[in-house]
Nanobody
């Protein structure tokens, strides 16, 4: 089973940019659709973006569309989330997830149950 480790979080001013990385172990990385989620203090985890196993299809939540870009590099077994024009409301712990279970075909919906492997997350803090 794939294992996931996120990196790239930090403190940034509003309007700034960050790129998050999610490194995956395992030989079957390309068979997993991948997603990014975030959870702010006191709030439920929410869907941010998803990408198909081939990398050819991407999906975004309305709150980040046009500002965030998800991508993947199969040679490096890594998924990225480039975040531009960051806002204080983007402050959260960002986690990547892999969709490899029986509900993996629902990865594009952002449904949490479509994902069966999760990283521990990386903190992103946007100051005003």
């Amino acid at each position: 089973q794939v294992q996931l480790v996120e990196s790239g979080g930090g403190l940034v001013q509003a309007g700034g940019s960050l790129r998050l990385s999610c490194a995956a172990s395992g030989r079957t990385f390309s068979s997993y659709a991948m997603g990014w989620f975030r959870q702010a203090p006191g709030k439920e985890r929410e869907f941010v973006a998803a990408i198909s196993g081939s990398g050819g299809t991407t999906y975004y939540s309305d709150s980040v569309k046009g500002r965030f870009t998800i991508s993947r590099d199969s040679a490096k077994n890594t998924v990225y989330l480039k975040m531009n024009t960051l806002k204080p409301d983007d402050t959260a712990v960002y986690s990547c997830a892999a969709a490899g279970g029986s509900l993996r075909h629902l990865y594009y919906t952002g449904r949490l149950t479509a994902y069966d492997v999760w990283g521990r997350g990386t903190q992103v803090t946007v100051s005003s």
